[in-house]
């Protein structure tokens, strides 16, 4: 008798969960971007959003929940009922946060589901255009010359402070970290010559460095990228050390139906073909990707080991 009520219970549970599905979306759908406006995961969410409210027939917002290197945004989320009404779209920081922080709360990996990854983003070092430096070894000689020179970076813990530490590791200079709440307050700084260097997903900088407020001395991919081919890579400087990358995908809370993840991920795939959004994408320096939800699943856990290691390896210090 208690078995075949556990079946029922259970049969129930799944029934409860397929009309879940099938039903969904029916209202608004937040999206969570754990970083402030302007910078890379906020360019990224915003043009996922705006598809997505097209394609649904139901609004999906946009809420920029940033502070503590994105986890108080990713918190939110990692807590929210796993309806597929609460989303989170974030970077490579989700994953190398937790070798970082001793003091976190969620599970970066178990407590969500990898719905699917929606670019891949060389990193760029750049500088004001009122700077002196004009190239990598003028940074190098500038740090040498100002040990403690400054960089910004979108927050403790970020890829861009990360890179900022792999740089100094290989450059073998002293540079001092100021973190901000996001790329944008970072490169406001930089363009007002308050803080001379940073590093930041391409995505996020190509605007400035368009526009002329700001310069980009070096991409981190292993190939010049075709909307800046006039700044070398990294490993042509023979720094191949700092072919680093970021990207960016979106996240569910554990629990939430297959189907669910089965359709967001659909979604993702078909914006990020989409004409318009791949030559917005390619324009600010990034590159559409659009895998399944088990392939994101196994590249971010092969990230988790990756920013792992450069952690351990740099040295590098949550402030």
Known sequence: MLKRLMVALALAVLAIGGAQAQEWPNRTIRIIAPFAPGGSVDIVARILAQKMTESFGQSVVVENRSGASGMIGAESVAKAAPDGYTLLVNSSIHVIVPSLFSKITYNAIDDFVAVGQATEVPMVMLTGSGNKARTVADVIAWAKAEPGLAYASAGNGSSTHLAGEVFKKVASVNLTHIPYKGSGAAMADVIGGQVPLMFDALTAAMGNVQSGRMRALAVSSKKRSPILPDV?????????????????????????????????????????????????????GGIPVGNTPAEFDAYQRSEFEKWSRIVKESGAKVD
């Open 232 to 284: 070398p890579t990294f490993q042509e400087i023979n720094m191949p050390q700092m072919n680093l990358s970021t990207w960016h995908g979106m996240w569910a809370p554990k629990g939430t139906p297959p189907e669910i993840v089965r359709k967001l991920n659909a979604e993702i795939v078909r914006i990020v073909s989409l004409p318009d959004v791949a030559e917005k994408i390619r324009g600010l």
